[in-house]
């Protein structure tokens, strides 16, 4: 069983910037794909980013050149960086991770406003 806790969530005005960080417990995190997924009020979950256990990443196209995603296998932690955000990134943010089985964590909200 793999347990995920995001944190790093908040409100912040447009253009600014937020990271957000998911703990993910196992001795072998590194062998985790793993990723950032967003649910908006009245939308579908949608794949935010994804990075795999060879460190290869994708990105949904609304967020590319503006997010970053890394992966911190000593710390077993898994990161978020975004810049210049707008209010349509307003969501709670989902970790998820798969090896054998998908896990998701609890959720963090974002709140892009001004």
């Known amino acids: 069983q793999v347990q995920l806790v995001e944190s790093g969530g908040g409100w912040v005005q447009p253009g600014g910037s937020l990271k957000l960080s998911c703990s993910a417990s196992?001795?072998?995190?590194?062998?985790?794909?793993m990723g950032w997924y967003r649910q908006a009020p009245g939308k579908q979950r949608e794949m935010v980013a994804r990075?795999?256990?060879?460190?290869?990443?994708n990105y949904a196209d609304s967020v590319k050149g503006r997010f970053t995603i890394s992966k911190d296998n000593a710390k077993r932690l898994l990161y978020l960086q975004m810049n210049d955000l707008s209010p349509e990134d307003t969501a709670v943010y989902y970790c998820y991770a798969s090896f054998r089985d998908e896990y998701w964590g609890q959720g963090t909200q974002v709140t892009v406003s001004s």
């Open positions: 990075i795999t256990r060879d460190l290869s990443t």
């Open positions: 196992g001795s072998i995190f590194r062998l985790y794909n």
